[in-house]
């Protein structure tokens, strides 16, 4: 499994999608301080998705210091949302 989500990750690297890099963080760290730590150290590693990443959070109005955290916090929401739905019906 760690092979086939380097893998992926790897992919999404050359691709510098970052919304899908932020998803495939959560789907294999289970503590947001975790993905924190990894985005972190990955932009701090990589000029060219650190402007892939800037160029993200203004194109999405987000403030880059916090703009993947702001945007996993979104999708954790919508998630809780749709579990809640479907907890209703």
């Not at 989500?5 to 790897?10: K, M, P, S």
């Not at 999608?17 to 924190?36: A, G, M, T």
């Not at 730590?37 to 959070?57: A, T, V």
Request: aromatic share 12%.
């Amino acid at each position: 499994m760690t092979i086939f989500f380097n893998n992926i990750l790897t992919h999404l690297l050359i691709m510098n999608d970052i919304s899908e890099i932020l998803r495939c963080l959560l789907d294999q760290y289970s503590q947001l301080d975790d993905v924190d730590n990894e985005f972190q150290r990955m932009i701090s590693e990589d000029d060219e998705l650190k402007k892939e990443y800037d160029n993200w959070c203004e194109a999405n109005g987000y403030n880059p210091k916090t703009g993947y955290q702001d945007y996993l916090d979104e999708l954790l929401e919508s998630q809780d949302s749709i579990w809640e739905n479907i907890g209703d019906e």
